[in-house]
């Protein structure tokens, strides 16, 4: 396929915003495409923060498989692009709603992740967030203070974290280029950032083999696959 790059040297901010698709060639299922995750498992038995308090056991089950997964996928082309861009051009952020932490496995810093990372928990009781990078299996479901441990995942009816917000909405409302990767654009506040970039005056692109709900509003759609058409798209 023939297509125009982008020149990356003409804009001042660079907005990367990701969703599943973007994971889905490295094999990481989507939530809502087929085979996606909500169509197998029901978010209110897993996803949400009375799932959590009802069944704790069976919610991290859940994420200890979705840690599995992600370790048996690894970035693709798409990854290594934005990576590579990140590296020549310190004005690149990503924004995502991956919780898989496929972007920094590509090497990528600046990811402002708007939904948390299945990489992180933390104590509701003692106030405090850490990594857990160890083994596919979150290390421990317990604190040391007894309470239930709780992925660090907005989960369905959470409010996102304010200080993560203002940092994206910083990041989106500055740049003068956004590109959105694999979102279907269904999920708020997310789904409004593409017309927020808008309203600020950015270009604004979508790469998804679907078009997604915001479609409509952006400069350009490129129809096809992260993993495809980022290589094609810059000259990295
Ligand atoms: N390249 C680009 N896009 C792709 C690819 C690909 N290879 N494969 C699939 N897609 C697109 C689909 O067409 C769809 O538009 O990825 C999108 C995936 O949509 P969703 O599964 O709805 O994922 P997402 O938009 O990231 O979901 C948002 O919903 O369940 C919550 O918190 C969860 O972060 C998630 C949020």
Not at 73 to 102: E, R, S, W, Y
Not at 169 to 194: Q, R
Request: charged share 25%.
């Amino acid at each position: 396929m023939k297509i125009d790059s982008i020149n990356i040297d003409s804009f001042k901010q660079i907005v990367f915003f990701t969703g599943a698709g973007m994971s889905a060639e490295s094999g990481v299922p989507t939530y809502r495409g087929e085979g996606g995750v909500w169509h197998e498992y029901n978010w209110q038995e897993y996803a949400c923060q009375e799932a959590w308090e009802l069944n704790p056991e069976k919610v991290f089950d859940f994420h200890d498989l979705r840690r599995a997964e992600a370790l048996k996928c690894f970035p693709h082309k798409g990854h290594d692009v934005i990576t590579a861009l990140q590296n020549t051009h310190p004005n690149v952020l990503i924004v995502t709603q991956n919780i898989d932490g496929m972007h920094q496995r590509a090497g990528s810093e600046n990811v402002i992740e708007l939904h948390g990372s299945i990489w992180r928990i933390r104590c509701e009781k003692e106030g405090w967030v850490k990594e857990d990078l160890i083994t596919s299996n979150f290390e421990k479901r317990k604190c040391d203070c007894g309470t239930w441990l709780r992925p660090d995942i907005i989960w369905f009816s959470d409010m996102l974290n304010p200080d993560t917000v203002q940092q994206a909405n910083e990041a989106i409302s500055k740049c003068d280029l956004f590109i959105s990767i694999g979102t279907s654009g269904v999920v708020w506040p997310a789904a409004g950032y593409p017309q927020l970039a808008k309203s600020t005056g950015a270009m604004c692109v979508e790469v998804n083999p679907e078009p997604s709900e915001q479609a409509w509003m952006v400069d350009d759609v490129y129809k096809g696959k992260a993993g495809e058409m980022l290589p094609l798209l810059f000259d990295v």
